[in-house]
């Protein structure tokens, strides 16, 4: 199992999904419509599209070397923290 099916099964227990789109970029969701998250763990970049910002998508608490599991791992502690589940 890799680090990417690993952190997918972590974020698929909690409600999340995470998305290979391509070797740099990453997205992870909460619900349809809902939270999205545009992940670059190489370049140290995150954004929120236009649509995910008008749905009040958070941000996400990460250090400053941070890698895609610190990622998930923050979407994972924020929903846990925003929906009580």
């Given at each position: 199992?890799?680090?990417?099916?690993r952190?997918?099964?972590e974020a698929i227990?909690?409600?999340?999904?995470i998305t290979?789109?391509?070797?740099?970029?990453?997205?992870?969701?909460?619900g349809r419509g809902g939270w999205l998250w545009n992940v670059?763990?190489?370049?140290?970049?995150?954004y929120v599209d236009a649509p995910h910002r008008e749905a009040g998508t958070p941000r996400l608490d990460l250090p400053a070397n941070w890698t895609l599991a610190d990622?998930?791992?923050a979407?994972?502690?924020?929903?846990?923290e925003l929906t009580g589940r």
């Open positions: 199992m890799t680090e990417f099916n952190l997918e099964a227990q909690c409600g999340l999904s290979k789109r391509t070797n740099a970029h990453y997205q992870i969701a909460y670059y763990p190489g370049n140290r970049r995150i990622a998930v791992r979407a994972i502690a924020l929903r846990k």
